[in-house]
Each structure stands twice: as structure tokens, then as C-alpha cells.
Nanobody, 115 residues
Framework: QVPLVESGGGLVQAGGSLRLSCAASGIIFSNYVMGWYRQAPGKQREVVATITSGGSTNYEDFVKGRFTISRDNAKNMVYLQMNSLKPEDTAVYYC?????????WGQGTQVTVSS
């Protein structure tokens, strides 16, 4: 059973916005640090943003001021609001859940930003 399912990816023009969602199941969601990662063609997977169970957030410099991560512990959901998208944001975006030695990944959702 895959505990994380992403949605919300798609094709958008530069300057546009997308909101990614990740639905978690089969885990005690509130225990987990949730994160969004991305992997562009030919590049390694990299962290985009993370959020603790208490709501503390951390962002990589390349998305600060443009992306916002949030979570709803009651709904077992985590979100990534992406604004002012750039072509270099094009990648497969993955949801991650991490707690102790547990580490889960979603299957990813494609985000493509055209110039």
C-alpha cells in the first residue's frame, strides 16, 4: 500500500501558479515531518520545502518567497502552493513523509513550466 499520493501537477506558463496536494494514508500523519522534493531530467532529487508536525517550515533558497508548504493534520494532507513559476522549476515533484526510521515517498507528479 502506497501511503502517499500526489496530485495537482500540470503544464503552466512562466509566472503562473500551481497547487500540489499530497494525501497520506496508513500512517499516523501528525508524527511525520512532511516534505516536497523534486527531480529534473538528468539531475538528482533535491529538497524543496519541509514542514514539521507543529508547522515549522523550511525552504530551499531557490523557492523562498515563491512557494509555500502547508499541512492539515486533520485531513492527512500536505500542500505546496507554487507561485511565480519559472521554467527551471520543471521537474517531477515528490511528496515525502519521514519519522524515525520510516521514510515514505509518493510516486510523483509532473510540473512543466513553459517559457
Amino acid at each position: 500500500q502506497v501511503p502517499l499520493v500526489e496530485s495537482g501537477g500540470g503544464l503552466v506558463q512562466a509566472g503562473g501558479s500551481l497547487r500540489l496536494s499530497c494525501a497520506a494514508s496508513g500512517i499516523i500523519f501528525s508524527n511525520y515531518v512532511m516534505g516536497w522534493y523534486r527531480q529534473a531530467p538528468g539531475k538528482q532529487r533535491e529538497v524543496v520545502a519541509t514542514i514539521t508536525s507543529g508547522g515549522s517550515t523550511n525552504y530551499e533558497d531557490f523557492v523562498k518567497g515563491r512557494f509555500t508548504i502547508s499541512r492539515d493534520n486533520a485531513k492527512n494532507m500536505v500542500y505546496l502552493q507554487m507561485n511565480s513559476l519559472k521554467p527551471e522549476d520543471t521537474a517531477v515533484y515528490y511528496c515525502n513523509a519521514r519519522f524515525s526510521f520510516y521514510n515514505y515517498w509518493g510516486q510523483g507528479t509532473q510540473v512543466t513550466v513553459s517559457s
